[in-house]
């Protein structure tokens, strides 16, 4: 178990002044058997009116609304928790579920159909074609051991690539290209398993690397935003997978929120209206610091502008990249 504070900051700047929709952010983690969230804070430039809601999928969301006009729009999110990383086993699968194909017990079913839905167009069935190849090998149709060839795989196979465009690529075109991004590669998966007939929902979080960490409390490192997937096997649960990097869960990996779909599950999701002219300069720092057992007080994230801050709904006690894409411009 580590205890990490990480803050995310992003910030925005446009050429000339323009107008902010409302804009929907996604950066407070659910507390969890694996996550305990200690402290959070949300610092917002220029000065914005908050509201928290949950989603469909039970994420946390923030809802800022602007007045007036700006040339930059500054996010400072700052969450403290205690990360548990993911046990050297997996919990055993039921029997039934252990080869595919299987099909989920009637109590489960119903709650899970929209995840084993296929959502994207497939006219050539390239994406089941594609999976297919991972049904040989060692471990045959053994459902876990197929799915880590599936993870495997795909970064074995496909080439990571940098990608500027808003959105998440359809897995069809990710196949027909050779690669893609994080997002790009956990959707591939996502409908991989399900034209295997396999639940399986998006995540978007942190990727950080704990071999980096300092001493507690000395210097930060770098974490990434990030996505991966998970697909529900019966008895394990939901299990992660991060195809990007290969890897079957992970303390790598800090879940913030999930979704059925990409689009439902993006850190920073906005608007602005201005000229059509204006260009937009975006930047993204994530850092990432080992705290010492004792909880650290929270300190305020300075701004030149004025910014509000917003606390982000307090932790109820318990018991002892890339994935952002630039506010869309309306014109």
């Known amino acids: 178990m580590r205890t990490l504070e990480i803050v995310h900051r992003t910030r925005y700047e446009y050429s000339e002044p323009v107008t902010l929709g409302d804009h929907r952010l996604m950066f407070r983690p659910r507390d969890s058997h694996d996550l305990r969230l200690l402290h959070t804070g949300l610092v917002i430039a220029p000065a914005a009116q908050v509201r928290w809601i949950h989603d469909p999928f039970g994420n946390s969301i923030a809802i800022a609304a602007f007045e007036g006009t700006t040339q930059i729009l500054e996010l400072v999110s ?22 595919l194909p299987f099909s989920y017990a009637s109590e489960e079913a119903p709650d899970l159909a929209r995840y084993v839905e296929r959502s994207y167009p497939d006219p050539n069935s390239s994406v089941a074609t594609w999976t297919k190849q991972f049904m040989e090998g060692e471990g045959g149709n053994d459902t876990f051991s197929l799915l880590k060839r599936l993870c495997m795989g795909i970064q074995d196979k496909l080439k990571y690539a940098m990608r500027f465009e808003p959105g998440t690529q359809l897995p069809a075109v990710t196949l027909e290209t050779g690669g893609g991004t994080c997002r790009d590669y956990a959707l591939l998966m996502i ?40 697909v529900y096997l019966p008895g394990a649960g939901w299990v ?9 869960g992970s303390e790598r990996l800090i879940r913030v929120a999930v979704a059925r779909d990409p689009e439902q599950a993006m850190p920073i999701k906005g608007s602005f209206t201005g000229s059509p002219d204006v260009t937009v300069n975006a930047m993204v720092d ?8 004792v909880p650290v007080p ?3 994230v300075p701004l030149e502008t004025g910014p509000s801050q917003a606390p982000m709904p307090s932790p109820a006690p318990a018991p002892t990249p890339e994935a952002q894409e630039p506010p869309t411009q309306a014109l």
């Open 78 to 99: 700052t969450i403290e928790l205690e990360h548990f990383g993911v046990p050297p086993e997996l919990p055993p699968i039921e029997e039934f579920a252990r080869t």
């Open 191 to 230: 409908e991989c398993c399900r034209s295997l007939g396999l639940a399986a929902r998006f995540i978007t979080g942190y990727l950080y690397d704990p071999a980096l960490d300092a001493a507690p409390g000395e210097a930060t490192t770098h974490a990434y935003p990030h996505a991966w997937m998970e």
């Open 240 to 248: 992660e997978f991060d195809p990007t990097n290969g890897i079957v």
């Open 286 to 293: 994530v850092q990432v610091r080992t705290l010492s057992p």
């Open 298 to 300: 929270e300190t305020s």
